[in-house]
């Protein structure tokens, strides 16, 4: 049983991208609210698949493929909701679209290279970076009814997401460097 619960707290975090979407549609500030809940739970749910993976040896297909997935569906899709409600805006836009392209590059690169049996391990900065960009995305999702509550919770989210775009720079940087690297090696 204890090896099967990876692969549920996986697909409860695709699950939860419907119940992110419904719930910061929902009127503020008891939407929002609710967004930043299920947001949350998905990231907790992110760090205990793979701790729980690790630990009870539970490294499955499914896990390998799915987790990247639900990772990036429950980022992407909550960034481009912060766009879509103006919370996001101009100013803030390119961090946005470089922690996008940046999903999308990396994914890619995992996708061609697993074909050659070659895999691009998660970096600990990665990780790092990870964190940096759930914080934000939690501080995003509060809207102005977060930083009603708490001053300053919207500004804390954009300096996040720009720390944030910065990781996603230097890892994605890496990501491709290592890529090359096994390209010209592999023949």
């Known amino acids: 049983m204890m090896k099967q619960i990876p692969n549920y707290l996986t697909m409860f975090r695709m699950a939860s991208v419907l119940g992110l979407y419904l719930t910061f549609h929902l009127p503020a500030p008891l939407g929002h609210w609710l967004a930043v809940v299920v947001f949350g739970l998905g990231a907790i749910t992110d760090f205990f698949d793979g701790y729980l993976a690790r630990k009870f040896d539970a490294q499955s297909d499914f896990g390998r493929m799915f987790d990247p ?36 590059l990396v994914s890619g690169l995992r996708e061609f290279l697993g074909a050659r049996a070659i895999t691009l391990p998660v970096s600990t900065l990665a990780k790092y970076k990870t964190a940096v960009q759930m914080v934000a995305l939690i501080c995003l999702l509060a809207g102005p009814s977060g930083d009603a509550a708490l001053p300053g919770l919207l500004a804390s989210g954009f300096a996040t997401l720009w720390l944030s775009a910065l990781l996603t720079v230097i890892t994605g940087y890496a990501y491709l460097k290592a890529s090359l690297h096994h390209l010209r090696h592999a023949g």
């Open 69 to 104: 997935i639900a990772d990036k569906l429950m980022v992407l899709v909550c960034l481009v909701m912060l766009v879509s409600a103006d919370i996001i805006t101009a100013v803030h836009l390119p961090a946005a679209i470089l922690i996008i392209a940046r999903e999308v």
